[in-house]
């Protein structure tokens, strides 16, 4: 009521019939108080007028300069007078629709978020949109992550641990880089390739990886394999998947960065100190690598192979 | 009676060295049925398809894990039970079949530290087992792609 100057006529006049109107309900009550009758049943009643009386004007107080014709858009913001005359906006507005409590380091930042009267709350922060994952373009680190992904199964859709098959996939990992670099690690009695290209090509080792052909886009995969893969990356990228999205995505970060070590020449071997040397891929498998290896142990399903220590007195291991 | 005793303790030995995992051909597996769909769908070009199923791994008669052999292509296919709601059939097959001949050596020496090729002893092993124990399923390629379409289904 202190802001008539901003109501419009009409606004006023009903303002000034209610104030009237409970002062002469107070006069009327103080009246009979006065005599030793506030307790009657007239007292009464004209305490639950006043008070009606009161609620009704702290209720229209909100909405006293309230402009029902005024045009606005489907989210109820102000589609014209921007000059800030309208008789809905707030005192402090321009451009923007803020709470009048916004300080001046937000002012030029927080967007309008409704257009209701009196203020409007902040909107809540929005969740950041989920990070995206996508494959290495560059080899050999794409040619690893394929390799790692293929020879992975589906962990918890298995039955298996997401732990159990992060294992896998660092013992896989440690396999390719020990084959790779098994003369520099004392391994001098065993013949693999010494470069990466060469180990995952190496002819019956890696089913499907013989012929990978680092300039094709598609590595000279077969359509299953790379089905395979798309699988994992779709599934690491569907936070949609309740079920299967941590688990996947927690296997795709494992299997990129079991390959950029790789590349870095840095080896993370779970069965460590032992050297991870051969799997045997998860199924009823029958032959065991012979020879000298030794069983690591088991990931996923997966058998793992290999020694203890360098040995010069091992017998000559060929793949 | 000594080299009776010894023949048979060496016949015995002989048995448990070449043990595999074969436990039964009766088993319960809500999801065999699709995945043989799914996979006569997706990789088969044959019109009648017969597959032989023996049980590898058992948890209270509930199937997790089989080896399949599929006759009309000669191949073992090593199988594992996904759980019910799982979304993506193809997991459902093993990384690697096993065809005779193209996946299959002669000597264990050969094998070596391939993760995939096996021998023809045990390649034959095997498609006896699941010939002579397994459950045999026959499905259609036409009923297979009622139940996935081509190009319908997200997951091939």
Known sequence: MNNNHSQTPAAQDATARAVKKINDLLARHWHLDSVGLGNCRAAQRILCRLNEELLIQSAALANANFNPDEPRDRQGQWTNNASGTGTTRPPHSNTTHRPDHSTAKDATAKPKTSGTAGGTKPAPAATPPPEKIALSTDEPALMLERLLLAETLGAEEHGFKQADALKSVRALGALIYNRAHAKQLGFSSIHYPTNLLGVIQQSNQFAGFEHYNPKDPKGGLSDRKLHNIDIWMQGANDPEDKRNYTNYLAIVKQVKETAQNINKGKVDDPFSPSFTFAIKTAGPRHADPGGSFQFLGTAAGNNFYGFSAPSTNRNQIHP | ?156
């Open chain 2, 1 to 156: 009676m000594k080299n009776v005793i010894l023949l048979f303790l060496a016949l015995l030995l002989a048995g448990c060295a070449h043990e595999k995992y074969v436990i039964a051909s009766n088993f319960r597996s809500p999801r065999i049925q699709r995945e043989l769909n799914y996979y006569v769908a997706n990789f088969s070009s044959h019109e009648t398809n017969h597959f032989y199923v023996v049980a590898t791994r058992l948890d209270h008669a509930e199937l997790r894990q089989a080896m399949v052999y599929w006759k009309e292509e000669r191949m073992l296919l090593p199988y594992f039970e996904l759980v019910p709601d799982a979304r993506h059939d193809i997991f459902a097959w093993g990384p690697h079949e096993l065809k005779l001949d193209r996946d299959t050596v002669d000597t264990p020496e050969e094998v070596g530290t391939s993760n995939y090729l096996e021998t023809h002893r045990y390649w034959l092993d095997w498609m006896e087992d699941c010939i002579k124990k397994g459950k045999p399923y026959c499905i259609l390629k036409a009923d297979a792609l009622r139940v996935f379409p081509e190009g319908s289904t997200a997951d091939k």
